[in-house]
């Protein structure tokens, strides 16, 4: 069973930084892509920033090209998501989820996504 597990959300200002993390378990982790979505009140599930399964290929939003940036550890079976210049848009529930499929690059449709973590805050204040 393959379990995924957020941390590192908080409450910051505006223009703080924060890194989330994501801790996998259940299937061999350097074989999948993974992805960062996240969700604001009544919105949908977006997508934030992917990375295959090597960490040779990253792909972001235009929300938050050049503020965040995705990697992973494969040998601690951990990925990150460093957010700086961080924004009150940026206030959302944060989601790290595990690609269906061990293909070769990065995708940002939800629906190839097959596990998710439970999520975790980000609130930014301006």
């Known amino acids: 069973q393959v379990r995924l597990v957020e941390s590192g959300g908080g409450l910051v200002q505006a223009g703080d930084s924060l890194r989330l993390s994501c801790a996998a378990s259940?299937?061999?982790?350097?074989?999948?892509?993974m992805g960062w979505f996240r969700q604001a009140p009544g919105k949908e599930r977006d997508f934030v920033a992917a990375?295959?399964?090597?960490?040779?290929?990253?792909d972001y939003a235009d929300s938050v090209k050049g503020r965040f940036t995705i990697s992973r550890d494969n040998a601690k079976n951990t990925m990150y998501l460093q957010m700086n210049s961080l924004k009150p848009e940026d206030t959302a529930v944060y989601y790290c989820?595990?690609?269906?499929?061990?293909?070769?690059?990065?995708?940002?449709?939800?629906?190839?996504?097959?596990?998710w973590g439970q999520g975790t805050q980000v609130t930014v204040s301006s």
């Open positions: 989820a595990q690609n269906r499929l061990p293909i070769t690059g990065t995708t940002r449709v939800r629906d190839d996504y097959y596990y």
């Open positions: 259940g299937r061999t982790f350097s074989n999948y892509p």
């Open positions: 990375i295959s399964w090597g960490g040779y290929s990253t």
